[in-house]
C-alpha cells in the first residue's frame, strides 16, 4: 500500500508541476494551430477544385458548341431547334447556379473575379 501512495505522490508532483502545465499548454496551443492552418488548407484545396470544375465546363461547352457547328454544317436541311433550345435552357440554369460558387472560391483563392458576360 505505501507503494502506492509513494507512485501516486511521486505522479502527482510531476503534473502539478508548472513546467508540465505549461508544456500541456503549448501542446494544445501548437495543435489547435496546425488544425486551423490544416482546414484552411482543405478549403483552399475545394476553391481550386471549383475553379479547375468551372475550367473543365466552360471549355466542355465551347467544345460542345463547335462540334454542334461543324456537325450541324455537314448535315442538310433543317436541324432540331427543340433539342437546342432545350441545351441552352439546362446550360443557362447550370451555369447561373455555379456563378456565384465559382466567384467565391476564386475570391477565396485571391483570384480575380471576372465579371458577368451578357448572355447572346
Known sequence: MDRIKAQADTLWKILSEPKTYATYKDAVLITWI??????????LVICLGLVVFEWFWNSSIVAGRNFRDWFNNRIEGPSDQIASETGRA?????????????AAAKSQLGMPVEEKKEAK
Not at 90 to 101: P, Q, R, V
Request: proline share 0%.
Open 34 to 43: 496546425i488544425l486551423v492552418e490544416a482546414a484552411l488548407l482543405v478549403w
Open 90 to 102: 439546362l446550360l443557362s440554369a447550370s451555369k447561373n447556379g455555379l456563378d456565384f460558387t465559382i
